[in-house]
């Protein structure tokens, strides 16, 4: 709802200004015309406020609408009982208690009271327990004042009979009940007042402080009409209309913390509980007043019992947190590094744990290939096969990433037997994909004594088990499409495994690891296999190619790393086939990649296979005597080839047995 702007302004503001006249006016201090100053303008007043918050209720925002309605419906029920009283009762010398004017006072008060409880409700969200607590610690000390303060002394001066006291102790009762609702609301906002509950809690506080003086006064006959706290009464309706059009805030979160007046002000209201339960034992508080300080401080003693489990939840999660993989809910890393110093601590040759490292194998192909949601989905699906496959055998972990881990009860079983158990809950099958995984195990405490060894010589030997695997699937994928290009182009056959032999022996004569040299050689041997594609009459052509049928065949590298990445043992390889006939200058294709941007492996590649080429019979040229090939490779050396990998070919041809690999 917009600020209260327009005619709602203008109106607030004329009424205020009238208020102001009426009560200097009422109190002898200027003189003012009746007809607009007297009795009966007082209820015009009251009816405008009203109207104000009806209107309100049914042109505010849906949320708050029925809250608005109901303070309206009370401010109209104490307005109708104001008229009676002005018009029917005020000249009368003898009234009947209850009259129908106290029906309309007090009927207003559960209405009041309603929409205050609904407003808060409009007003906050997730408000915690501890901050119930706070309210109902605010809302008790408040009442208690209250009930101290004129409770006891309209208990102890009214006279008359049980309806008539019932009566006049009714007003201070149904203010306490109001004053209780706007303290313990602040307090469930973490005493923080926005400009609505400000109005409505001074509105509260002027009609407590007019009808509990009034009572007081009229109880003990010293009440005269004109009394300077009248005036609370025609106040209290204008700050509750001028609340119901202040600005509002929107819906907030509650949480609990963070502010120090959380916790001073639950202390302050039990110290005044505190105060007035001395009060009584000294000087005798009327029992409403010790009932209440006492609850009041019981509250703030429940408050204490209920923030120390929420801290002990809290800190119970945090740890929770800190040792759990958010992902799949396993332990992570931390939680296995605690847990494998304390299995250390009590493992025995007799009574073994079982360590065992895993890491998926081709998880990152179905990751790129499916979507991360898809790869989050599936590390969820493996851990809890992980997790069900050894339950009452050990815990299961996740290390991040596509690392698992499970910690074993070793005893009747050995260290790889448990693993290869494990393992096999963690593969995946499925159209156009296979996860599967490697694992290294290690028995505790026989192999290693401390969790820096045990992870270590586990981790060790997963990756060993991992290059076996690879090599054997990747072996399998090469060769699968190594037949598939001999049947389609037969005289391919030689020139691939003569360009993997050299391949590998300049890329061991540049000192690569044994993985780079092995992805090198199969790259050598699958740089062609994009050719299935290529037509026979461009294969096999025996003249020079025209441009356009240029422009087809260098399309092979293309094709042939499309066919490669197919195979997920092979992903590393791919890239290499595709940069194959790049030039270290950058003319080449099909990228025009230059020096450096072309990988290492590719390079290799593109000296061995011009080499093979050019010492090759072709169909329309034959081929030149080694020698005369050197040469020319060292001609195009910074040009079309890297010149420190010609530096190293010309050096591996020069060693014995080089040419005879080759030849083989």
């Known amino acids: 709802m917009r600020n209260a702007t327009g005619w709602v302004s203008w109106a607030l503001a004329a009424l205020a200004v009238w208020v102001l006249g009426f009560e200097l006016h009422n109190a002898g201090a200027v003189t003012l015309p009746d007809p607009l100053f007297g009795k009966l303008p007082s209820q015009v007043m009251q009816i405008a406020c009203t109207a104000l918050l009806l209107t309100r209720g049914f042109a505010g925002e849906r949320r708050e609408r029925r809250a608005w309605l109901a303070i309206g419906a009370g401010m109209a029920l104490w307005t109708a009982g104001d008229l009676y009283w002005t018009l029917i009762l005020y000249d009368l010398e003898e009234i009947t208690i209850p009259s129908p004017a106290d029906f309309g006072y007090l009927l207003a008060v559960p209405c009041l009271f309603s929409g205050l409880v609904l407003l808060a409700r409009a007003r906050l969200r997730g408000v915690p327990r501890t901050l119930w607590l706070d309210g109902a610690v605010a809302a008790l000390a408040a009442g208690a004042v209250s009930a101290a303060a004129v409770v006891g002394r309209v ?17 201070p009762v149904g203010d306490l009940a109001l004053l209780a609702v706007v303290v ?35 109880a003990n006959g010293t009440y005269d009409s004109g009394s300077w706290f009248d005036a609370g009464w ?156 050894i339950a009452g055998r050990g815990r299961a972990y996740r290390m991040g990433g596509d690392e698992f881990c499970a910690l074993l009860d070793g005893r009747g079983d050995d260290a790889t037997r448990l693993g290869r158990l494990a393992a096999r809950a963690l593969q995946a099958h499925g159209e156009g994909f296979t996860v599967g995984c490697s694992f290294g195990a290690v028995e505790l405490p026989i192999e290693a004594a401390t969790s820096e060894d045990a992870l270590r010589i586990a981790d060790q030997r997963m990756y ?88 087809f065949m260098r399309r092979h590298t293309l094709i042939g790393a499309r066919i490669v990445a197919a195979a997920p043992a092979l992903d590393r390889v791919a890239p290499l086939v595709r940069s194959s006939h790049e030039r270290w200058d950058g003319g080449g294709y099909p990228d025009g990649l230059a020096g450096e941007q072309i990988p290492l492996g590719a390079r290799i590649v593109a000296v061995c296979d011009a080499f093979d080429a050019m010492t090759s019979d072709r169909p329309y040229s034959p081929g030149m005597p080694p020698t005369d090939a050197l040469t020319e490779l060292r001609r195009c050396a910074g040009t079309q080839f890297d010149p420190e990998v010609v530096d190293a070919f010309v050096v591996a041809w020069a060693q014995a047995g080089l040419s005879a690999r080759a030849a083989a």
Request: proline share 3%.
């Open 155 to 171: 208990t102890r001066d009214v006279t008359g009979t049980a309806p008539e006291v019932l009566t006049n102790l009714a007003y």
């Open 184 to 218: 313990g609301t602040v307090a469930l906002a973490r005493w923080r007042l926005d400009r609505t509950w400000l109005l409505l809690g001074l509105g509260v506080l002027a009609f407590w402080v007019a009808d509990s003086l009034y009572l007081v006064t009229n």
């Open 234 to 389: 025609n106040l209290a309706y204008l700050l509750w209309a001028a609340a119901a059009w202040a600005p509002q805030r929107a819906a907030a979160e509650v949480t609990d913390g963070g502010d120090l007046r959380v916790v001073v002000m639950p202390l302050l209201f039990a110290l005044v509980s505190l105060g007035l339960l001395s009060g009584a034992a000294m000087s005798g508080v009327n029992p409403l007043a010790a009932i209440l300080a006492t609850a009041s401080v019981l509250a703030v003693f429940g408050r204490l019992v209920l923030a120390y489990r929420l801290n002990t939840d809290l800190l119970t999660a945090s740890r929770h947190d800190a040792l759990t993989d958010t992902l799949t809910g396993l332990g992570n890393r931390r939680r296995l590094t605690r847990d494998l110093e304390a299995g250390l601590a009590q493992a025995t040759a007799a009574d073994p744990l079982v360590l065992v490292l895993f890491d998926l194998d081709g998880f990152k192909h179905y990751n790129d290939t499916y979507g991360h949601p898809a790869g989050d989905a599936l590390l969820i699906r493996l851990g809890s096969a992980l997790e069900a496959v």
């Open 464 to 551: 060993a088990h991992k290059r076996g695997s690879r090599v054997s699937v990747e072996r399998q994928s090469t060769d699968v499409l190594l037949r598939v290009l001999a049947e389609r182009s037969p005289d391919l056959e030689g020139h691939t495994h003569q360009v993997a032999a050299l391949a590998a022996a300049v890329a061991e004569r540049l000192g690569l690891p044994a993985d780079e040299v092995r992805d090198v050689h199969s790259a050598a041997e699958l740089h062609d296999v994009g050719k299935v594609a290529i037509p026979d009459d461009i294969l096999a052509k025996p003249s020079a190619l025209d441009d356009e049928e240029w422009e």
